[in-house]
């Protein structure tokens, strides 16, 4: 299927979407007049009624007929406002659609990076390549792929991108992706529910990480039986008083006063439940749709089969469970009404509230976080498949039990495609390490961010931004950007130093360190510079690591006469009536030009230069 081909499918789901939308707006507007009209009814009719009941001489037919016909219109208020209600919903949840769905275009469109969730705030400056990578913030590759409106499905995905899996479980999540990428309805429906869950998803996570904890923990002695007793002896009292002509006496009193001594008994831990619980039984019930969803196809692959099972481990239903449980969320969300309150000293609702939270909690709570893992990370699947989806040139990498990474046609995948330039780079073999020198804005950094990006999409488990695209087994660190810090008294050399340590540092892991690193020590003087980098890039050829090395520094790329594993690239620019064009295509040796003076001048920086310089 090609981007176009994709392209119409959201656009054929938007007019779909659109026009459910606007047929639904129109019931909704029936709706409104409808309650008006029969809420209106219901108030004359009662009025009527009331004024009927005060005359002198009341006829009864009639007087009967305006209670009734009140009540009819009363019932009728109800129904339509319930229905009015589920219409509601329901053009609440195609807006998500359509949201959704807009989203979707936009990445294909290359019009993404104004898209929320960046993942900003899983950005850790400390990780081996997490900054320099651009891994999270506007731009970055995870608002590119990210497809999870819940912070747990953003958080796995914000997992797998900073810490590779083995190969094996890779291959596995391949194949998961490979079979969920077509299922963009079932993209979209699972984040409509993720979108009306995101504004409740810390509420719903407090209140999920307390249960799992143990809670509610309740006791009250015989509360069992005072639970049916009460009611009963309540329902007595309430015939022995209407029998006697609606007279208070101490049969309808006694179990009334008994009941309210026993809800301010547990008042407060009613009031402690029901500030963990209240509002989340929407948010609850979107996961209960979530699991309904995902019950739904039958899927072929391993790991989509092992999520399933774990999520039905013990024969377990985490939809049907999980609507239990919003049932009662929902119930505790009708506290403050009127109606609760007078049910409640009658029915003795609160206890009966707790102890079917308790009993829940007791079957479940130690279910309900297995089940939100493997969640999390089915929706992290849904978004790689939603990023093979909208990218269906991009191949799967393969894995190679060498020390390879081969790649044709390569290019940074958060560049947009008609401005994205390709190029063919292996390392392995017979190049170890490739040094990359180019004058300004020729390529160097971009190169090095698209080799490093695809790196951490294979990695991951995602397509990748190339024709061809092979690596083995290694542990990725980046040197590219260094930031000073005045709180911690870091200057920028310092901080290159501790960027570059780090590098090092990979060399200690069981895996073959794969380092790219960019204009190494520029924040000293040139021949310390050169001398030091010099004698890092040894170490590292002699350690076997493989990397890239982009440098304005010629010197360095004399180190490919002493070794010949080290092999010398360029990127260069040339002036067109004053105007200069890049090509950003990878050659082979140095570079031969430069472009220093050049821009200096184009923006307006005057240099002074004696004869012999010029």
Sequence with gaps: ??????????????????????????????????????????????????????????????????????LFFLISFVVFATKHEKVKNQISALDKLLVYNDHGQKKLQD??????????????????????????????????INSCYTKDGQRQLAHWLLNPSDVSELKLRQEAVKELAPLLRFRHDIAKEEMLLQAKDDKVASFIWWIKEGNPQFELKGSTILMWVLPLFSFVGFMISFASGWTFNLPLILPLVISWLVLRSIKIKVNEVYEKIDQVGGGILAYHNIFKIIDTPEFSCKELQRLREEMQA?????????????????????????????????????????????????????????????????????????????NPDYPFPQFDEQKILRATKLGHPCIASSQRKTNDFHLGDDRQIAIVTGSNMSGKSTMLRSVGLNVVL???????????????????????????????????????????????????????????????????????????????IKHLFHK???????????????????????????????????????????????????????????????????????
């Design 458 to 536: 294979a990695n991951t488990g995602s397509c990748v931004c190339a024709e061809e695209f092979t690596v083995g087994e290694f542990h990725l660190r980046t040197s590219m950007r260094a930031r000073d810090d005045l709180q911690k008294g870091f200057s920028y050399f310092y901080a290159e130093l501790h960027k570059l340590k780090q590098v090092i540092d990979g060399l200690s892991t069981d895996k073959t360190l794969l380092f790219l690193v960019d204009e190494m020590l520029s924040g000293t003087n040139s021949r310390e510079r050169t001398i030091a980098s010099m004698g890092i």
């Design 314 to 390: 013990g024969g377990e239903q985490p939809a049907q469970k999980l609507k239990e449980l919003a049932q009662i969320a929902m119930a505790f969300d009708n506290r403050h009404g009127m109606l609760y309150s007078a049910m409640n000293i009658i029915l003795l609702w609160d206890i009966r509230l707790l102890l079917r939270l308790q009993k829940w909690c007791g079957e479940t709570s130690q279910s309900i976080h297995r089940w939100l893992r493997s969640l999390s990370q089915m929706q992290a699947l849904n978004s790689l498949a939603a990023f093979s989806y909208i």
């Design 1 to 70: 299927m090609s981007s176009d081909a994709v392209l119409q499918e959201y656009k054929k789901l938007q007019q779909e979407y659109e026009e459910q939308l606007s047929s639904l707006h129109k019931v909704a507007n029936k709706m409104v007049k409808i309650r008006a009209f029969t809420f209106l009814a219901f108030s004359a009719l009662l009025v009527w009624a009331i004024v009927l009941s005060r005359a002198e001489s009341v006829h009864y037919p009639i007087l009967f007929t305006a209670f009734f016909s009140s």
């Design 544 to 614: 076997e690591a493989l990397g890239v090395v982009a440098t304005h520094d010629l010197f360095l790329a004399s180190l490919a006469d002493e070794f010949p594993k080290i092999h010398n690239f360029h990127f260069t620019d040339k002036v067109v009536d004053n105007e200069m064009h890049f090509d950003y295509q990878l050659k082979d040796g140095p570079v031969k030009t430069s472009n220093a003076l050049f821009l200096m001048r184009k923006v307006g920086i005057e240099v002074e230069l004696d004869e012999e310089q010029t």
């Design 111 to 144: 019009s993404w990076t104004d898209l929320p969730l960046d993942g900003s705030d899983f950005t850790d400056p400390q990780h081996d390549y997490c900054d320099d990578l651009d891994i999270f913030g506007q731009g970055s590759i995870f608002q590119l």
